[in-house]
């Protein structure tokens, strides 16, 4: 386990010692003594947070909607700036899924979610309280994961996959870290491009310009955070000027990319998830 700390931010962090069994699956251990008012960022995946720790973790949306304890969210949670997450003595393991396993080990389609946050109870029943109770009595973190994973596997095993075309085009998104030639994709798959669009959205719950745009600004923010000065970044990345950069990274976040640099969210990935974030180079 390593110690995070950004400004008020220490955060203490454990990783797996070994890759999930299932592809699309990446995991971190989190313990935190007071999570103070935490900006979510919007990430290319989609959001499993399993909380066991003595007291569970609050998620503040705009219009006053709270959510506590265990909880799923979709890759457009915290659009705008309008999340906060917030706690003391938290700990949970967080698991980011792709899109293309989602609804395999959810049981829910990505598309059914949108940008709403739900309890894990709402989705597993009485499987969440019991994950929840067997993570907090295992003595080690790679326990916890280990548990963690052969439930994600066993759950994984037994639902249907998305659409190879579907899969293909994500990847194809992702790839290019948001810079594919998105109206060339249905051509390349063989399919027309309202039926790409169509079970790209419906399985997958963005459509592919929804998917390039949030690929894309992951890639940038990341490097913002590695301390690429933002006019590099929009070069770089594939924005049209600063001033783009600029305005798609207050749409996702409500914040100036300055801001968004120092955001422990993700500042915390080059330890909770090594080699997911870009080297600043």
Same mark, same amino acid.
Request: with cysteine; aromatic share 6%; glycine share 8%.
């Given at each position: 386990?390593?110690t995070f700390?950004?400004?008020?931010?220490?955060w203490?962090v454990?990783?797996?010692?070994?890759? !999930?069994?299932?592809?699309g *699956?990446?995991m #971190?251990?989190?313990r935190?003594r007071?999570?103070?008012a =935490?900006?979510? %960022?919007p990430h290319?995946?989609?959001?499993?947070?399993?909380?066991f720790?003595?007291?569970?973790?609050?998620?503040?949306r705009?219009?006053?909607r709270r959510q506590r304890?265990s909880?799923?969210?979709g890759?457009?949670?915290?659009?705008?700036?309008?999340v906060?997450?917030w706690?003391?003595?938290?700990?949970?393991?967080q698991?980011?899924?792709s899109?293309?396993?989602?609804?395999?080990?959810?049981g %829910?389609?990505?598309?059914?979610?949108?940008d709403a946050? *739900?309890?894990l109870?709402d989705?597993?029943?009485?499987?969440? !309280?019991?994950i929840?109770e067997?993570?907090?009595g %295992?003595?080690?973190?790679?326990d916890?994961?280990?548990?963690?994973?052969?439930?994600?596997?066993r759950?994984?095993?037994?639902e249907?996959p998305?659409?190879?075309?579907?899969?293909?085009?994500?990847?194809?998104?992702?790839? !290019?870290r948001?810079?594919?030639?998105?109206?060339?994709?249905?051509?390349e798959?063989?399919?027309?491009?309202k039926?790409?669009?169509s079970?790209?959205?419906s399985?997958l719950g963005?459509?592919?310009?929804?998917?390039?745009k949030?690929?894309?600004?992951d /890639?940038?923010a /990341?490097?913002?955070?590695?301390?690429?000065?933002?006019a590099?970044?929009?070069a770089d990345?594939g924005?049209?000027?600063q001033? /783009? =950069?600029?305005r798609?990274?207050m #749409?996702?976040?409500?914040?100036?990319?300055?801001t968004v640099?120092a955001?422990p969210f993700? #500042?915390?990935?080059?330890?909770?998830?090594?080699? !997911?974030?870009p080297?600043?180079?």
């Open positions: 386990m390593r700390v950004r400004d008020t931010a220490v203490d454990a990783c797996p010692s070994r890759p !999930s069994r299932v592809a *699956v990446t #971190a251990g989190f935190v007071d999570l103070d =935490l900006r979510m %960022v290319p995946a989609m959001t499993l947070l399993v909380e720790g003595a007291a569970s973790p609050v998620l503040d705009d219009g006053g304890g909880m799923v969210a890759p457009g949670l915290g659009f705008g700036g309008s906060r997450v706690g003391e003595n938290v700990e949970c393991v698991v980011r899924l899109p293309l396993i989602a609804r395999a080990v959810l %829910v389609s990505p598309a059914d979610l949108g946050v *739900v309890s109870e989705l597993w029943g009485r499987e969440a !309280s019991r929840r067997r993570l907090g %295992v003595p080690s973190w790679q916890r994961f280990a548990l963690v994973d052969a439930l994600l596997a759950r994984h095993e037994a249907r998305v659409d190879p075309e579907v899969a293909w085009a994500w990847r194809r998104i992702v790839g !290019s948001g810079r594919a030639r998105v109206d060339g994709l249905a051509a798959v063989g399919w027309s491009r039926r790409l669009w079970r790209f959205r399985q963005l459509a592919p310009k929804q998917a390039e949030l690929v894309r600004f /890639h940038a /990341h490097r913002l955070v590695a301390g690429v000065a933002a590099r970044v929009a990345t924005y049209a000027d001033s /783009h =950069l600029h798609d990274v #749409a996702f976040t409500g914040a100036t990319p300055a640099s955001e993700l #500042a915390v990935d080059d330890i909770a998830w090594p080699g !997911s974030a080297s600043p180079a």
